[in-house]
């Protein structure tokens, strides 16, 4: 007999919101988001969304209004007072009132800002633009939301079995990489997939799959709210955008230079332990190891982000030892382009050189490559990143050129600056 | 735990259609249908949606695209297989093969004409011209799409909690009724509710709690859809429609103070047995039974369809005395205005006399009154009526003055030609 009450709530539902809350992000967006607040309040930063998978164009497959209906949504939401209690009172990596009053009482009044939103060639020009600590909250929001209207239109094609097919396989699918990721001794790994996730019901399913199946070896989650609902560790350090930021706001080559290295002596003012994790490639591995100051080798660990992964800790490896350090002692944290295979594999020849550590992303919160006709819901590549500071572009090298961003004389001269010399190209899949 | 393919399947409609089969309709509109197949199926005639509770603005409580979206949607039904089979298989009042073969075949082929649709003064004006066997198709959907369409407007301003209380309370009264009148010994009674219901699944609930509540006292619903469905008698004979348009076709005083004779002269031809039921007040229930021909007064009974039902029944009792004919083997059936406590009342006083029968309409399958913020889903008073025949107005009189409709001058002239005088006006509240 049909449940006519919890029938019509379901159809009477004008717009089906997918992000619910401010928490509905990547803990570290909150750690640099506190960091920024004290450090660079008042920089005006442009971030904007970018498709690098131009096959797919987003324009012509979600609705424009629906677009606007999410973004919208997400510039209603404010931080509740339950939300506001457990990050003042929750422990995150270990450390209680990790968030200062002062960046709570900030946080506990921030909307976000208004974005821009324009239609060209088949893609969304989607632009945020403001103070940073306001305007960088919108990175995860906003990819999740593209990342899901997108699987909504390709779902809308689909008719009832189809879709209970649909979970079963991708359930089945993420299962069986469950079970083959559990045998593994020693494995660390947490959810790093918030922003490139199938939905968000997806994702947190993801986690609790995780929760049961993975035998402890399931770390937690970058995900806040997840990782509040599910009563996990929320996991996550710090991102490219900061020295993307601090770069663009030097005046000078000597200045320039410095730059990545005056985003983790911030850094360091601010945190310790497991959260003194260096992300290294923004302009090249090598030699961001090479010009490195003494103290940062005393950090915790690194995390690989591009480039061959492998290449990318056997380079850190050397570096800690080159440097007086037991590598043995280091963690490194590996999160580009992970699956089951990749995963076992740099395990296998990392574990006990190094602590390893695995942040899944793609792979764990969307991977429904072959479950759609057309492979419609395979995932693809987009991105929201920091593109100017105060008027003056930004610029990422990363370990894999296919990954480069900013104006081509502003990736020379940091090329220059940086001494990046010839990088090996890697296909960039998600 | 989140059954995630079935909240996609839940969220993901775009329009959640109201009328899903052309069955999905009062059983009566078949018969008659067939009959003016036959017999006129030339008319052109134009249906229009009147709403007779002018305080409900329907045009601000209703989105316009909306409905057009669900008047699209039915335009594009036709009679399925399962359906036709249904209709040339099953045993109507007894019969086999109520629906002649000619008939079934354009039945099959029937694509409800075009509707034209405009605002006014916060109503809709949605009117329908054509042939007559397919425009008045449109009557019942009509209806059920714009009752539902109104109360859509009202849920979806509820909480999922008021939603379940509000079907709770609704469930509850409904049942209390069926308690009630399960309790009068001899009571026959049928769902003639379609055309006002909340929705089509409370109708449908409604059949399924009198089913399993009226203990065999409940005789099958005029809904041709769910009669197939729930395995129940599809019940109904003919309505005013047919001698409003055959009178509008009439050339002289003469032929009209015949017009509604003729109608069941033709009726008389196709039916026999309990579908001669006679519907009287069309013009005035006094004097078309003072001039009827004598082979009606053999008829298996009578319609009591406005006025005051007790004086209604009493005048046939009287009329069929004087022709000879013992009541106590006639049918009358009460379709106007019920709930439990007319019920029991009419019941009372005829039972014995009369065989009596009861046609439950807006009470039984729109009884939201008192059940929603400032009563907004007590039911109204909404009709779809042939308004012209051939470019002629159509006129209707009843027994309730407040329900009259057409021109003055035409009322006026039909008040004349049948004998009408003065008529005791009642409230129309459904």
């Known amino acids: 007999m049909v449940d006519i009450a919890t029938r019509v709530y379901n159809h009477k539902w004008k717009v089906d919101t997918i992000v619910h809350s401010l928490l509905d992000t990547d803990f570290y967006k909150l750690l640099m988001c506190q960091s920024v607040y004290r450090n660079k309040p008042d920089t005006t930063v442009t ?9 797919i164009r987003l324009a012509e ?11 919208d949504h997400i510039r209603t939401l404010r ?14 990596y270990g450390k209680r009132q990790m968030f200062r009053p002062d960046f709570m009482e900030w946080f506990e009044g921030l909307q976000l800002p208004p974005y821009h939103l324009e239609k060209h060639d088949g893609q969304y020009e989607l632009t945020f633009e403001g103070k940073w600590p306001e305007v960088m909250m919108w990175e995860i929001p906003a990819l999740a939301v593209l990342m899901e209207l997108r699987s909504r239109a390709v779902l809308r094609t689909m ?7 649909l979970y079963a396989r991708a359930m ?22 918030t922003r490139r996730r199938h939905s968000f019901l997806w994702q947190d399913w993801a986690v609790q799959a ?3 199946g993975m035998e402890g070896k399931f770390i937690g989650t970058s995900n806040c ?14 991102a490219h955008e900061l020295p993307m930021v601090y770069s663009a706001l030097t005046n000078s080559d000597a200045e320039l230079a410095q730059a990545p290295y005056q985003v983790l002596a911030d850094w360091h003012e601010e945190h310790d332990g497991n959260l003194r994790i260096m992300l290294p490639d923004t302009y090249g591995t090598e030699g961001f190891l090479a010009r490195a100051p003494e103290w940062l080798a005393k950090w915790t660990g690194i995390r690989i982000d591009s480039g061959d992964p492998a290449t990318g800790a056997e380079t850190a490896i050397r570096w800690w030892r080159a440097r007086g350090e037991d590598p043995r002692e280091k963690l490194v944290i590996f999160s580009d382009g992970l699956d089951v295979d990749k995963i076992a594999e740099l395990h296998g020849q990392f574990a006990g050189r190094v602590k390893v550590s695995f942040g899944w992303g793609t792979m764990l919160t969307n991977d429904f490559r072959g479950l759609a006709p057309n492979d419609g819901l395979a995932p693809f590549s987009v991105v929201c990143k920091a593109i100017a500071a105060n008027g003056r572009p930004t610029v990422k090298l990363s370990d894999n050129p296919n990954k480069a961003m900013g104006p081509v004389d502003e990736i020379a001269r940091y090329k220059r600056v940086f001494q990046v010399g010839k990088q090996a190209a890697m296909d960039v899949v998600v």
């Open 172 to 193: 089945t699918k993420l299962w069986e990489k469950i079970e083959k990721l559990r045998q593994i001794d020693g494995l660390k790994l947490a959810d790093f997939g």
């Open 79 to 92: 931080l509740s007072r339950g939300e506001s209690t457990f990050l003042r009172g929750n422990t995150f």
């Open 210 to 212: 995780l929760l049961e």
């Open 159 to 165: 008719g009832r079995f189809e879709l209970q097919v």
């Open 225 to 238: 709210l997840i990782a509040m609902r599910r009563e996990v560790e929320a996991i996550g350090t710090n």
């Open 61 to 71: 497959l979600i609705d424009e209004g629906e677009l606007r209906e999410q973004l």
């Open 47 to 55: 971030f904007s969304l970018i498709n690098r998978t131009k096959s």
